[in-house]
């Protein structure tokens, strides 16, 4: 189940965009995002569909696969196919975020018609300089934080009583892998996407750093020849769940202006000049689509 929204004014290109769920989150995005980005894109001519994967909020499961990658790509694929019969689109780009980002990438790596994926605060490899920089400062200000005491009280009881113990549930989100096989994973398909010449942002908010040194997320692939073919940011002022209006506009600014980028290889502020500001609905024909 997702929602189409078609601009009212599509640009040449023939390339839409795609956005889905942040963990068990709906396919608005956190803070309604996704909804937000939708409208920003119709604006200017770039269609998108906004969608629960199968087996995730309004969608029903496509298959029974025990493989969660192989699910998720399956359910976007689907979503590929609709938007390419109802948009005309035939080529996508990718929005992920969080645990979505691991379904971006097997996507294009599964599917050609995959040429850009947006990655937001996905797989992160910092090394020791950063880490031990993170682990100070949060000691530093985690007494003072009014969410401290009640952190620290469930973490205890997360670690010592067995009543609070946290066994994965079957079912979509249970799988898990350890960080040395997610690094594994992570280098050998970014390098193959580089090498298809699939676009790559990899952006990163200010929640679990509040400052970015050379690429730190990325630990020992920033030195990769392959890293150099992506586009990184980190912007401190955006939290995970972009909560703040600032924060908002920042990453719906850095995502919005790379995907339309993307799509027809034109400046945004060209392509914007004389318009006025986006107003949403008016602008966009939202459509609900469900997944045969």
Not at 41 to 58: H, I, K, N, P, Q
Not at 139 to 168: I, Y
Not at 191 to 199: G, I, P, Q, S, Y
Request: proline residues 5%.
């Amino acid at each position: 189940m997702g929602m189409l929204t078609a601009p009212a004014r599509p640009a040449p290109g023939g390339v839409a965009c795609l956005m889905f769920n942040m963990g068990a989150n709906h396919r608005v995005g956190p803070r309604r995002i996704n909804v937000k980005l939708a409208h920003l894109l119709a604006e200017r001519g770039v269609g998108s569909l906004r969608f629960d994967l199968g087996g995730v909020g309004d969608s029903d499961a496509l298959d029974t696969s025990p493989d969660l990658q192989i699910r998720a790509v399956h359910s976007l694929k689907a979503a590929m196919d609709a938007a390419e019969r109802m948009l005309g689109a035939r080529q996508f780009v990718i929005v992920g975020m969080c645990s979505g980002v691991q379904h971006a990438m097997s996507a294009a790596l599964a599917d050609k018609r995959v040429v850009a994926v947006s990655l937001f605060d996905g797989f992160a490899f910092p090394e020791l300089r950063a880490r031990l920089e993170r682990n100070l400062r949060r000691a530093m200000a985690a007494p003072a934080h009014p969410s401290f005491p009640g952190k620290a009280r469930r973490w205890l009881q997360r670690r010592f009583l067995r009543s609070h113990s946290t066994v994965p549930l079957p079912g979509f989100f249970a799988e898990r892998r350890a960080p040395e096989a997610n690094a594994i994973w992570f280098g050998a398909a970014l390098e193959r996407l580089v090498e298809r010449n699939v676009a790559v942002q990899l952006l990163y908010s200010g929640s679990l750093h509040v400052c970015d040194r050379g690429r730190d997320q990325l630990g020992a692939f920033a030195r990769k020849p392959f890293a150099q073919g992506v586009q990184y940011e980190f912007i401190g002022e955006v939290d995970h769940t972009v909560c703040t209006e600032k924060g908002q506009q920042l990453f719906l600014r850095s995502v919005g202006d790379w995907v339309t980028e993307r799509c027809f290889g034109a400046s945004t502020e060209r392509r914007s000049q004389g318009s006025r500001a986006p107003s949403g609905a008016e602008q966009s024909m939202p459509t609900t689509w469900a997944a045969p």
